[in-house]
């Protein structure tokens, strides 16, 4: 399981419902039912990753993100994940908004704009950049509504999500993650990760450093 | 297509209810018969039955060779000794559906209140059925076998109609259900197949009102020409052009037959001469009044009927795990049908998968050789078995 799987597990009080939006291998909805106790179900639009998902015993379904959220009741979840794909759905903003309805908790990861690295491409060679994260040419990449970890903070505070807990991880998982400074963390962090809550009491917003 | 059935039920294992069964109708079935087979072990515990439900057209004889067409098991390569659904592991019931013509009670059948004096047939006095009267009729067998909770319920076709009825009907009786290539109604295109069928029974002057055995004759004609239009809905048209094209062969004459006149220098198309065979090899196996019988319970099947058009209520608060299968390539019970199945289980918040595997062969692919189904069949029913800790 990659790093931020593990983290992402970390965030989940065992015993509880969850959706993962995005799936893939199932190798998370495994974990957490197994070492965690969850009842973990997945959503994957890939037909090969949601064979090889139902033939291990895990329960995933074929869909996606943009289409299949709207016919879950409200409150089914206590924790609706997303993992690296807010970035390329249709509608980023409703799936947000159909995870806090579905699920009490969101989970959100995705790959960080924001990068030194982005930034220097595009600055220097004014072309659109290519790094080991973002990888796939402009005209063909799935990664339609690329974001920052400012951006995405931004938006919470509009549509009044509690950011609950956050961090910033590498690509491969070798450094440490990133907790402490926002700006920091916006610059060196290759994948961002949010624990959201819908509302409520909430711990005082992450400050901009 | 001259042969005619044997009339007679034939002797199939089955299990007589003497109180028989009342139906949604309203009518009172007076004596109910059920054929089943079993395959594999029952465990001491009693937890690890499946039940098969076959297709419209299918049997008993799931997984062992046909006693009246010597054909293997219908979906033998399913069901067996380390198959998909293990026999080493499971143990397997499959029944004849209430109606049909393999040994259950159906139109075939005597009339119980006749059966000391003169020997009378249901025949069209058969009171219609739906799949809810043939998913009580099984649950009858399942409960005499001492069998109080099911490991999971399969089928396919109207085989995953009863299994979405025994979902609904019961569901604390079962862990699983997978509803394969199936519906959670019959659709006006599919209502429009069947009628075209039963209009070809009518029209066989050897219908005889539905009283043909009366006269020892069965409407051949008629029950083949509905055979072969449905059969043509069990495909897709990739798969007819890679099984057939546009080849021709030679028929052996026969001056009688009224498409005789159509060969051209004694050719017909191989995809007619398989239609041809197709019918009558039905009609020697299958009663024309079961066929009414059945094809009027599937268009009835409406699981939102009784809850005001709302399919989501049907489900709602189901402990029941389910694996809802289609086929890219059918037509006939489409994956927009399974995935509005699907959008109704995940607003009842079941737990439950969707796969759609990726073929040109149309309905019939839940029959013959999917790999990716099999692994999918497998890998459900190890996980469900993992999370109820079966042995």
Redesign the interface.
């Known amino acids: 399981m990659r790093l931020d799987q593990r983290l992402i597990a970390e965030m989940i009080e065992p015993g509880t419902r969850v959706l993962d939006v995005g799936s893939g291998d199932g190798a998370l909805i495994d974990h957490l039912f197994r070492l965690r106790g969850c009842?973990a179900?997945g959503i994957e639009i890939d037909?090969r990753e949601?064979?090889r998902?139902?033939?291990?015993?895990?329960?995933?379904?074929?869909?996606d993100a943009d289409h299949?959220l709207a016919?879950?009741?409200n409150d089914?979840f206590d924790y609706v994940v997303l993992q690296r794909t807010l970035q390329a759905v249709e509608r980023p903003r409703e799936v947000l908004r159909q995870m806090l309805r579905i699920g009490r908790h969101a989970i959100v990861s995705f790959p960080n704009f924001g990068h030194w690295q982005l930034r220097l491409k595009l600055l220097l060679s004014g072309r659109m950049p290519m790094t080991a994260v973002w990888h796939t040419p402009w005209y063909e990449t799935p990664n339609i509504h690329p974001c920052t970890i400012r951006d995405f903070i931004a938006l919470c505070a509009e549509e009044g999500y509690c950011v609950q807990q956050w961090m910033a991880v590498d690509e491969d998982g070798e450094r440490a993650p990133w907790r402490r400074s926002i700006r920091l963390a916006n610059l060196f962090g290759e994948q961002a990760l949010f624990l959201l809550r819908r509302e409520g009491e909430c711990p005082p917003p992450p400050e901009e450093s | 297509m001259n042969s005619t059935a044997p009339l007679d039920v034939g002797d199939h294992q089955h299990a007589t209810f003497p109180d028989g069964l009342d139906l949604e109708c309203g009518v009172h079935l007076p004596s109910l018969d059920v054929a089943y087979r079993t395959y594999g072990q029952l465990s001491p515990r009693r937890d690890n039955a499946i039940v098969i439900c076959h297709a419209f057209t299918g049997d008993q004889y799931v997984a062992e060779t046909h006693p009246q067409t010597g054909k293997p098991g219908w979906w033998g390569r399913m069901v067996g000794p380390g198959r998909p659904i293990d026999t080493d592991r499971f143990f397997v019931i499959c029944m004849n559906v209430l109606g049909g013509c393999m040994g259950s009670t159906g139109p075939r059948s005597l009339k119980p209140a006749c059966a000391e004096g003169r020997v009378e047939r249901w025949g069209t006095d058969f009171p219609p059925i739906t799949i809810r009267d043939m998913v009580r009729a099984q649950y009858k067998l399942v409960r005499s076998l001492g069998i109080e909770r099911l490991f999971a319920v399969v089928g396919g076709s109207m085989g995953g109609m009863q299994v979405l009825e025994w979902a609904v009907t019961y569901p604390h009786m079962m862990l699983a259900a997978m509803p394969i290539a199936t519906a959670p109604f019959h659709s006006a295109q599919n209502i429009a197949f069947n009628e075209v069928g039963r209009q070809a029974i009518f029209a066989d002057p050897e219908w005889y009102g539905g009283r043909y055995w009366e006269h020892n004759v069965v409407p051949a004609r008629g029950l083949a020409v509905a055979r072969m239009m449905a059969h043509i809905t069990y495909l897709s048209e990739e798969a007819l052009t890679r099984k057939f094209g546009r080849r021709v062969r030679q028929e052996p004459k026969d001056a009688q037959a009224p498409e005789a006149s159509l060969a051209m220098f004694g050719d017909v198309f191989e995809v007619e001469s398989y239609l041809r065979y197709q019918g009558s090899a039905f009609v020697r196996r299958f009663d024309a009044n079961s066929y009414l019988t059945i094809t009027r319970a599937m268009d009835w099947f409406d699981l939102a009927a009784e809850h005001d058009g709302e399919l989501p209520a049907a489900f709602a608060g189901t402990p029941v795990r389910f694996c809802v299968v289609s086929f890219s390539s059918d037509w006939l019970f489409p994956t927009s049908s399974s995935r509005y199945l699907v959008r109704a289980l995940n607003q009842a918040a079941a737990n439950v998968s969707f796969v759609e595997i990726e073929t040109d062969k149309g309905h019939d692919a839940f029959l013959l050789d999917e790999p990716d189904f099999d692994r999918t069949v497998r890998g459900f029913l190890c996980g469900v078995a993992d999370h109820a800790g079966l042995a």
Do not use: E, F
């Not at chain 1, 998902?53 to 869909?63: D, I």
């Open positions: 009842d179900r037909m949601v064979t998902s139902v033939a291990h015993g895990l329960p995933v379904v074929h869909g299949d016919h879950y009741p089914a």
